[in-house]
Structures are given as structure tokens and as C-alpha cells.
């Protein structure tokens, strides 16, 4: 128990660092479903933000499997994530075979892609919602109140840090914002695909790369993946620099 409240002191700490000058947006949506896998009892976890449009995009994901799932719901228009943006409040799916009649083509395949459960809290900032974090389990089961609580604590602290830093500190309005995050995602894509065809890895694998060599380089995410993009940055420097994870006993990718 004790562990558990360092984890979690430190995963606000981290996020509450979004509030001082050049905080890094990818690095800090990356981070938010990373802690929350660690701290739930969840398999893995996304984030979706609405772009200028109001269309939901995928921002982040702890694994290629959720990511998949998140891109799925999206488009066919159906699920936990799209109904609680629409809704603005949690959808809390404990078993989703069970809920199979109210999103089939969804429930199809999240048991295709080995889910059991989903649950889907908004990103809000008082009445505004501009997106949803979504909780992904492998086994059936309602999450405990304490560990919803937790969650949505969490994705009200990472919308804030979103949404206001840079709106007062460089005059941006909240859907440009928004914006660049979601550009800065497809470069993060991209940037995953070249380091998984030049290293042979997995996509996670490739983004464990990419975001260890920004951090250890101290350069922002965007930055790094764009280079890499653009071909600005040899992705065999990026690969012989870092202790990859394969290195580290992981299945590399194909």
C-alpha cells in the first residue's frame, strides 16, 4: 500500500510538471497511460483528443493492441470512448461480451484483440470535454471506485496541463493546442516506422526507442520523431544508442 502511494505521488508530481516552461505534450500523454497501467488494474491504456473539428484522434497508447482498438472504435463510430465523449461521463464496460448487443462490431473486436473489459473516462475541464482516456483488461471485472476515482483524477490533471500552459504562456487557443498535439502524433507514427523497419522491431518497441533517446538527449519527442520523418536524423544512431529493448530479454519485433 505504501508502494502504491509513492507511485501515485509521483505519477501527479510528473504530471504536474507539464505546468512549467517547455514541457513536452507527447512525452506527457505518453506518461499519463503508462502510469495508468502501472497503477490500475488494467492490461493497457489510450487517450483520444478531439481535433479542431471535434473529431476524436488517437493520441496515445501503452501498447500497439490498444492503439488498434482505439483506431477501430473510431472509425466504425462505436464505443466506451466515443460514448463517453459524446456523453461526457464514464462508461464503465466490466464485461464486454456481455455488452456485445449494445457496440457488436466493437466487442467483436476487442475479443479479437484479447479484451474483456473497457473503460472510458472523459477529459474534462469543467464543462468542456476534449477527449477520453480509455482503460483496457484482458479479464472481465468492474474496476474498484477508488481506482475510477484515481483515474479520473489523473485525466483531469493531464487536461489541464493540456490545455492551459501553453494557452497562457504562448497565447495559443485551446484548439490549436490541441492541434499540434494531434500533429505531433502522426510524426510520432511515422517516426515509430522507420525505427521498426530500420531496427527490425516492434512498434512498441520502436516508440520505447524513440522516447529514450529524446529523453536521454533531453530533446522534446516531437522534435526527435519529426528529424527522424523528415530523414534529418539517421535512425541507426537513434537504434546504436539506446540499450534496446531486445537487449533487455524483449521479443523483438518482425
Not at 1 to 28: I, N
Not at 75 to 98: Q, S, Y
Not at 108 to 130: C, D, T
Not at 185 to 213: N, P
Request: charged share 25%; hydrophobic share 45%.
Amino acid at each position: 500500500m505504501a508502494d502504491r502511494e509513492q507511485q501515485v505521488t509521483r505519477t501527479f508530481v510528473a504530471l504536474a510538471d507539464t505546468l512549467v516552461d517547455d514541457y513536452d505534450v507527447a512525452d506527457l500523454l505518453h506518461t499519463l497511460v503508462l502510469r495508468c497501467v502501472e497503477l490500475l488494474d488494467v492490461a493497457a491504456a489510450g487517450l483520444t483528443l478531439a481535433d479542431e473539428r471535434g473529431s476524436l484522434q488517437v493520441l496515445a497508447s501503452s501498447s500497439e493492441q490498444a492503439r488498434l482498438l482505439e483506431l477501430f472504435q473510431l472509425g466504425i463510430d462505436e464505443g466506451p470512448c466515443v460514448e463517453c465523449f459524446a456523453t461526457r461521463a464514464p462508461v464503465l464496460v466490466a464485461d464486454v461480451t456481455a455488452d456485445a448487443p449494445r457496440w457488436p462490431r466493437f466487442a467483436a473486436e476487442a475479443s479479437r484483440q484479447g479484451f474483456a473489459s473497457v473503460h472510458a473516462l472523459p477529459m474534462r475541464l469543467r464543462k468542456q470535454i476534449i477527449g477520453a482516456l480509455n482503460l483496457f483488461g484482458t479479464r472481465s471485472g468492474e474496476l474498484r471506485p477508488d481506482d475510477v476515482h484515481l483515474a479520473q483524477g489523473l485525466a483531469d490533471t493531464a487536461t489541464i496541463g493540456i490545455l492551459q500552459e501553453r494557452a497562457i504562456r504562448h497565447g495559443e487557443t485551446m484548439s490549436e493546442q490541441l492541434q499540434t498535439a494531434l500533429n505531433s502524433r502522426v510524426t510520432i507514427e511515422q517516426a515509430k516506422g522507420v525505427l521498426a523497419v530500420t531496427g527490425r522491431l516492434s512498434m512498441d518497441d520502436a516508440f520505447a526507442v524513440l522516447r529514450g533517446y529524446a529523453r536521454s538527449n533531453s530533446l522534446m519527442l516531437g522534435e526527435v520523431a519529426r528529424a527522424l520523418a523528415a530523414r534529418e536524423l539517421d535512425p541507426a544512431l537513434v537504434l546504436i544508442r539506446q540499450d534496446r529493448p531486445q537487449d533487455r530479454g524483449a521479443r523483438p519485433g518482425s
